[in-house]
């Protein structure tokens, strides 16, 4: 079973926040952002069992001599 995880992090004395995704305590790649909602809907894509990561498509190969 794995645990998912959305997190906020803020520095002491700062503005910064930033928002993000983890699985099993590990740090999902491209699940952080500084904007709250857009993270949040990467956590519901994970947290679904879906994946962020980028779906590559040949469209069309040719092979020349």
């Known amino acids: 079973m794995k645990k998912v995880e959305f997190v906020q992090e803020q520095r002491a004395n700062d503005a910064w926040i930033f928002y993000y995704t983890t699985v099993d305590s590990y740090f999902v790649s491209e699940s952080g952002s500084s904007d709250k909602e857009t993270a949040y809907q990467k ?7 879906g994946s962020l990561s980028p779906i590559k498509t040949i469209l069309e ?4 001599d």
């Not at 190969?61 to 020349?64: A, G, R, V």
């Open 43 to 49: 956590f519901i894509i994970i947290s679904n069992g």
């Open 61 to 64: 190969t040719k092979t020349i």
